[in-house]
């Protein structure tokens, strides 16, 4: 059993690896989104509500806007797959989802000027700006807690228990491996390389 769950980790990791990460700039970011997301992760167990501020602001923005802005959306030659199938079979939150995900995000300090309570969820109204930024910070960490257990257990029904927990295993650990995966993509980046050529895709 433990056998089956880390090949399908390494399934799941090759799969979105070749897929979805062929920009050299998406990887760089990746890289940036990947250290700060290590560094929020220490921060969780001194102070909560900045570890989720330093990771929605700088892990977050800098790895979606990886995926949306620098990774080319045209027929995907290496895996001979279109960008329309791409998004279909992604196990995990494809473009669409993400739009969803990153419009809760950044409507939400929106609904806590509404809500200065959050419906009670707060004692009292921020006093300050520096109180209303750790009272959002509360709101992304649930946020991203929500978004996490919320995909996990959409997948148990779509594609088995097994998967789900998989693809969460991934997704909390992926910035550990992402730093081993694209810790040189500044340096291509530096040479004038914009595309990863996947050779070790094709060999593969």
Do not use: C
Not at 43 to 57: E, G, K, S
Request: charged content about 15%; cysteine-free.
């Amino acid at each position: 059993m433990k056998t089956d769950f880390l090949q399908a980790l390494a399934i799941q990791r090759w799969d979105d690896h070749r897929y979805y990460h062929h920009s050299r700039i998406n990887q760089s970011l990746h890289l940036l989104s990947a250290i700060s997301f290590v560094v929020a992760y220490g921060l969780l167990f001194i102070d909560p509500p900045l570890a989720a501020l330093l990771a929605w602001l700088v892990s977050m923005s800098s790895r979606q806007a990886g995926h949306f802005f620098f990774e080319p959306k045209g027929y995907d030659h290496v895996n001979q797959a279109t960008h329309e199938h791409k998004e279909e079979i992604k196990v995990g939150y494809n473009l669409r989802r993400k739009v969803v995900l990153m419009a809760l995000w950044a409507g939400s300090p929106l609904l806590l000027l509404a809500q200065p309570t959050l419906f009670g969820a707060f004692a009292a109204p921020a006093a300050n700006l520096m109180e209303f930024a750790r009272q959002v910070g509360w709101m992304w960490l649930w946020l991203g807690v929500a978004g996490l257990l919320f995909r996990t257990v959409h997948l148990f029904f779509l594609q088995g228990v097994q998967t789900g927990l998989v693809w969460m295993s991934k997704i909390l650990t992926d910035p550990f491996h992402d730093i081993m995966l694209y810790y040189r993509a500044p340096l291509h980046l530096l040479r004038g390389e914009l595309i990863d050529p996947m050779g070790h895709v094709q060999a593969h």
